[in-house]
């Protein structure tokens, strides 16, 4: 998924290319090696020289913002054969006091930010417990109810169509029949627009009744706390990359 989604953002073009049938008989050559060389004479050495060979003549065309550049194919694989496997996440984030995701369709910034084609995931959460409208048949067509829904279809639609993963990141309630409303909407608008869903609120509510000592939240409105949102970051970094987190020394800058 990772090469899928590097060819796509940089809109990667691969000129000249061999011959289809020459390709497919060198793919063919390396998968019989890579089980036949336990017990038959290992021949990668010429593998990688045919390959060479082969993709020699080839330039890889990529873009970076409006400019176009290329580079010998062979160079670009050898140059990510050496580049480091846990590259580090690079994230950012549109938020507004307040606001909710109709408003941040609206004003467009979110939909640019997706264009740019710099992103591979696209995390969206609503405001406060507006998604538990879902739950109650009286407020599923209120203008904030029905706008939330339509700005989490057109977003993801909108990342799907770069090749984005969309993931919904849940919010949290003061109780549990409010975060069980909260969580089942989720679930259900996730499947909806074809997202993975993180159910931090649940997460969360989870982690403080096993760890009582723990105070997840730093003030009544349900702000997280720093061991909170740490939290919540260790499970949407563990969704993102399939990896646990690792414990590391923390600095805040912030006020």
């Not at 992103?119 to 048949?137: D, F, N, S």
């Not at 997202?195 to 609120?201: K, L, R």
């Amino acid at each position: 998924s990772y090469m899928a989604r590097v060819i796509r953002v940089f809109d990667m073009r691969f000129a000249p290319y061999p011959s289809f049938p020459l390709t497919v008989a060198l793919a063919a050559a390396i998968y019989v090696n890579f089980f036949a060389h336990h017990f038959l004479p290992d021949i990668r050495l010429a593998l990688f020289v045919a390959t060479v060979a082969l993709y020699g003549r080839t330039r890889i065309w990529f873009r970076i913002h409006d400019r176009h550049w290329w580079m010998p194919l062979p160079v670009a694989a050898l140059l990510s054969a050496l580049a480091p496997t846990e590259a580090p996440l690079v994230a950012d984030m549109l938020v507004a006091p307040g606001g909710d995701l109709a408003e941040r369709w609206q004003d467009g910034a979110s939909a640019r930010e997706i264009a740019s084609g710099q992103w591979q995931v696209l995390v969206l959460q609503e405001r406060g417990g507006l998604l538990a409208c879902l739950e109650k048949p009286t407020q599923r067509d209120e203008p904030a109810c029905r706008g939330s829904v339509t700005a989490h279809r057109k977003l993801a639609e909108l990342a799907k169509a770069r090749g984005m993963r969309v993931i919904l990141l849940g919010t949290w309630g003061p109780d549990a029949i409010w975060q069980k409303q909260l969580s089942r909407s989720l679930r259900k608008l996730a499947t909806q627009i074809g997202a993975e869903p993180f159910d931090a609120g649940a997460d969360l509510r989870a982690f403080g009744q096993s760890h009582p000592q723990v105070a997840i939240y730093q003030d009544e409105s349900l702000h997280p706390s720093l061991e909170g949102s740490l939290r919540i970051a260790g499970g949407l970094y563990r969704l993102l990359t399939g990896r646990e987190p690792a414990t590391r020394a923390l600095t805040i800058t912030a006020p």
